[in-house]
T-cell receptor, first 114, second 114 residues
Framework: GAGVSQSPSNKVTEKGKDVELRCDPI?????LYWYRQSLGQGLEFLIY????????KSGLPSDRFSAERTGGSVSTLTIQRTQQEDSAVYLC????????????FGPGTRLLVL | GDSVTQMEGPVTLSEEAFLTINCTYT??????LFWYVQYPGEGLQLLLK?????DKGSNKGFEATYRKETTSFHLEKGSVQVSDSAVYFC?????????????FGQGTTLQVKP
């Protein structure tokens, strides 16, 4: 079956611009996670969705970062007024339910802020 | 807070050598433990997991045992192949009463030479 997909695969933007990153989870997976992978910080949790609600946003690094999920499926991570330190690979993962279940990762979006 | 510490890489081995990648964790509760692998140019994928103390996870010749007394989950393989060259991440998460977000170690790069 289809895995987690993300788009775009690569994004180059200028400092100060807004960007939107998209994640399509595996069908039927209720839990969705965003992570960030960067050279200096490793793999960091950003936000967790259960259905369309986000009970854990504790990893979002600043108020420039936001995310939403609609229809219990697609999620969009938005970064406003991008900064160079936002450059990283943004990973999306989904699992059939929360808590201890295997998470299936997408290929990631590589973001470069110039 | 909860954390995962892995041995620093890169680890360079000859084909058929024995592999150990050390992983220790700090946790306030009783987490599930995972090893994820990232092959060159590919996304993160689950290698193995263990959900309670003394459980052994195994897959593709790799294994790891959940040791509560030493708070460790070391990854081992008896005979590595060139195709095992990848970055390996140890991670923890909590069970069904929690969000399930993964806390990752910093990753260990393995290079296997023919």
């Amino acid at each position: 079956g289809a895995g987690v997909s993300q788009s775009p695969s690569n994004k180059v933007t200028e400092k100060g611009k807004d960007v939107e990153l998209r994640c399509d989870p595996i069908s039927g997976h209720t839990a969705l996670y965003w992570y960030r992978q960067s050279l200096g910080q490793g793999l960091e949790f950003l936000i967790y969705f259960q259905g369309n609600s986000a009970p854990d946003k504790s990893g979002l690094p600043s108020d420039r970062f936001s995310a939403e999920r609609t229809g219990g499926s697609v999620s969009t991570l938005t970064i406003q007024r991008t900064q160079q330190e936002d450059s990283a690979v943004y990973l999306c993962a989904s699992s059939i339910k929360r808590g201890g279940e295997t998470q299936y990762f997408g290929p990631g979006t590589r973001l470069l802020v110039l | 807070g909860d954390s995962v510490t892995q041995m620093e890489g890169p680890v360079t081995l000859s084909e058929e050598a024995f592999l150990t990648i050390n992983c220790t964790y700090t946790a306030t509760g009783y987490p599930s433990l995972f090893w994820y692998v990232q092959y060159p140019g590919e996304g993160l994928q689950l290698l193995l997991k263990a959900t309670k103390a003394d459980d052994k996870g195994s897959n593709k010749g790799f294994e790891a045992t959940y040791r509560k007394e030493t708070t460790s989950f070391h990854l081992e393989k008896g005979s590595v192949q060139v195709s095992d060259s990848a970055v390996y991440f140890c991670a923890l998460t909590y069970g069904s009463s929690n969000t399930g977000k993964l806390i990752f170690g910093q990753g260990t790069t393995l290079q296997v030479k023919p």
